[in-house]
């Protein structure tokens, strides 16, 4: 039974200085201290924290770059709430986390490692600025996107249109390709931002997407080798109706026709020229 407890007490101590050393994560559940080793690379980060101040760290550490709330962050780590206060001032003045607002919950502060980059979840992506949405810049590079892809869709000629053997119906990857070269968005977007722009345009009915037809020798100069699809420009088209075609769709005193008073169908030198009758 000695031998058991001194096996413990010699576990605990050695347990204790590899995570004062930085060589080991404590993290606190359910009121038990876990330990975990930490990669190679990590050791030596929170070497100098100590007891409750590297179980916050660990427990930010944890959740990546999609950070932790001060609330969740109390409930895993099961420390008082001054208590967690003071470790995540001593760990932002050591350089060692700092504090992000999310889009989704603009009220609440994240916590993630300083290095780490938030998440396009937590941000928002390339259409936030200062968790709000920039509506002028989405609808300015959405437009953007349907010109190019309208222009790549139809010859110049606007009374032509392609043969259904045609290939060069751009992907998202042309299409961004296109808005960094031409350095519409200053911003450095990816092809799934990209893609998000088509898709409001397919949902607006303004493009449609379909598969790509590929040949065998087919070279993707876009180095798009992951997406076959592909998107087409919808032209406007006018609507129009039969009834516009009747002196009553377009007459200009229709407000004051009635069947007895002095414009009425009867009488209506519109209808004549219309129906090229005398009355």
């Known amino acids: 039974m000695a031998d058991t407890q001194g096996m413990e007490d010699l576990f ?54 999609e950070g932790i709330w001060t609330k969740h962050l109390k409930a895993k780590t099961n ?37 780490l980059t938030p998440s396009v979840e937590v941000t928002g992506g390339p259409w936030f600025t200062d968790q ?11 437009y953007q996107c349907y010109k190019f892809i309208l222009i790549k869709s139809y010859p110049r000629d606007s009374s032509s249109i392609y043969t259904p053997s045609h290939k060069a119906y751009p992907s998202a990857a042309a299409v961004r390709k296109h808005i960094m070269e031409k350095r519409i968005s200053q911003v450095d977007l990816s092809v799934d931002d990209i893609t998000m722009l088509l898709d409001v345009l397919v949902y607006d009915g303004k493009v449609e997407r379909f598969m790509a037809q590929v040949d ?20 406007d088209k006018k609507v129009e109706s039969a009834w516009q075609d009747c002196p009553c769709g377009v007459c200009p005193v229709a407000d004051f026709c ?7 169908p009867a009488g209506c030198a519109y209808y004549a020229k219309w129906l090229d009758l005398d009355f």
């Open 216 to 235: 065998e020798d087919w070279d993707d100069e876009d180095g798009d080798t992951e997406s076959d699809w592909v998107y087409k420009a919808i032209r």
């Open 12 to 65: 605990y101590n050695e347990c204790l200085k590899a995570g004062n050393n930085g060589y080991i994560e404590v993290f606190q559940v359910r009121g038990e201290l876990i330990y975990k080793a930490l990669k190679k690379e990590d050791v030596g980060k929170a070497g100098a924290l100590h007891g409750e101040e590297q179980v916050v760290y660990n427990t930010i550490r944890s959740s990546g770059n």
């Open 79 to 115: 420390l008082h709430e001054a208590v967690i206060k003071r470790c995540l001032r001593v760990l932002e003045q050591k350089a060692l986390v700092k504090a992000i607002k999310s889009v989704k919950h603009p009220t609440r502060k994240l916590y993630m490692l300083m290095e």
């Open 258 to 264: 009635t069947e007895d008073g002095p414009v009425n």
């Open 132 to 142: 709000e949405l920039d509506v002028d810049f989405v609808e300015q590079l959405t």
